[in-house]
């Protein structure tokens, strides 16, 4: 069965350097993911602040059941490295309006993980539509129960970042048709 490290990116994509890189630079597997978005870059940034409130993904599974805010909450985008984000990650870095770079923190999270780190990125396509692509990268461990491990995990970061992607699209879009 084939793991499904890509989704939603362009060739170009997967080759440029990623903020990410410089935290696990042998990585175990690296996955992409990404989606455009009819919504300025400043928009599409802003929706990914909100990740320091909530994880924007099942919320039943991943927000105990909690809905991710559906309006921006005021002071998200005041961003701090060290800040935790969806409960499991530390804020590593950012550029303003450009790219957010993420990794587990120690913890439940890590003893399932592994190591992870993971960089949120927005650029504008077209000058009409923004690109939100992700580069994520797993820690390198060894061994047949850690492949299986990285397999399973694969798919379940497919679901759970598609379903998350989608949802900031979906946010900005809607934020974007109102200005």
Same mark, same amino acid.
């Given at each position: 069965?084939?793991?499904? &490290?890509? @989704?939603?990116?362009?060739?170009?994509?997967?080759?440029?350097?990623?903020?990410?890189?410089?935290?696990?630079?042998? *990585?175990?597997?690296? @996955? +992409?993911?990404?989606?455009?978005? +009819?919504?300025?870059?400043?928009?599409?940034?802003?929706?990914?602040?909100?990740? !320091?409130?909530? *994880?924007?993904?099942? #919320?039943?599974? /991943?927000?105990?059941? !909690? $809905?991710? *805010?559906?309006?921006?909450? *005021?002071?998200?985008?005041?961003?701090?490295?060290?800040?935790?984000? =969806?409960?499991? +990650? &530390?804020?590593?870095?950012?550029?303003?309006? %450009? #790219?957010?770079?993420?990794?587990? !923190?120690?913890?439940?999270?890590?003893?399932?993980?592994? /190591?992870?780190?993971?960089?949120? #990125?927005?650029?504008?396509?077209?000058?009409?539509?923004? %690109?939100?692509?992700?580069?994520?990268?797993?820690?390198?461990?060894?061994?047949?129960?850690?492949?299986?491990?990285?397999?399973?995990?694969? @798919?379940?970061?497919?679901? =759970?970042?598609?379903?998350?992607?989608?949802?900031? !699209? $979906?946010?900005?879009?809607?934020?974007?048709?109102?200005?």
């Amino acid at each position: 069965m084939r793991t499904p &490290t890509h @989704w939603g990116v362009h060739p170009s994509e997967t080759v440029r350097p990623y903020p990410c890189d410089e935290l696990i630079p042998d *990585p175990g597997a690296t @996955w +992409f993911r990404g989606v455009s978005v +009819f919504a300025p870059p400043e928009i599409v940034y802003r929706w990914l602040c909100q990740m !320091r409130v909530a *994880p924007y993904s099942y #919320d039943l599974l /991943d927000n105990l059941g !909690r $809905r991710s *805010p559906r309006t921006l909450t *005021p002071g998200a985008e005041n961003l701090t490295a060290g800040q935790p984000v =969806m409960s499991i +990650f &530390t804020l590593v870095s950012f550029t303003p309006g %450009r #790219d957010l770079t993420l990794r587990i !923190r120690p913890g439940k999270g890590y003893r399932v993980f592994g /190591d992870l780190a993971l960089t949120y #990125d927005v650029r504008s396509e077209n000058g009409r539509t923004t %690109r939100l692509v992700v580069k994520l990268l797993l820690g390198n461990a060894k061994g047949p129960l850690s492949q299986a491990r990285s397999k399973a995990l694969a @798919w379940g970061d497919l679901l =759970m970042m598609r379903k998350q992607l989608l949802t900031f !699209r $979906r946010l900005a879009e809607r934020q974007a048709a109102h200005h």
